[in-house]
Nanobody, 123 residues
Framework: VQLQACGGGLVQAGGSLRLSCAAS????????MGWFRQAPNKGREFVAA????????YYADSVKGRFTIARDTAKNTLYLQMTSLKPEDTAVYYC?????????????????WGQGTLVTVSS
């Protein structure tokens, strides 16, 4: 499956952005999906994930209550709605797909990755 992320940009602190991740080459509903991010000079960090149906979600503590992950299986698209953005949310955001049946927060468990989209939050 090929993943194409978009929607990043420059936003002021307190603002909102919505990231999208379009899947092609295979039906995305066969995969659990997640978002990760990597800030400059830091490792890749789990952000949020959802199971195959979209009925179960899981978030990193740092984004809980501010970010919402959702998927539209008809459109083969994964979303990350980000609100109340903070400068520490600045990072390249990646979407990923996992063939496993359960949600995982470990990046090495994901089988396919998008190219990343940059989110910059100014103070």
């Amino acid at each position: 499956v090929q993943l194409q992320a978009c929607g990043g940009g420059l936003v002021q602190a307190g603002g909102s952005l919505r990231l999208s991740c379009a899947a092609s080459g295979h039906t995305s509903k066969d995969y659990a999906m997640g978002w990760f991010r990597q800030a400059p000079n830091k490792g890749r960090e789990f952000v949020a994930a959802t199971n195959r149906s979209g009925g179960t979600t899981y978030y990193a503590d740092s984004v809980k209550g501010r970010f919402t992950i959702a998927r539209d299986t008809a459109k083969n698209t994964l979303y990350l709605q980000m609100t109340s953005l903070k400068p520490e949310d600045t990072a390249v955001y990646y979407c990923a797909a996992d063939r496993g049946a359960v949600i995982t927060t470990t990046s090495r468990n994901y089988d396919y990755w998008g190219q990343g989209t940059l989110v910059t939050v100014s103070s």
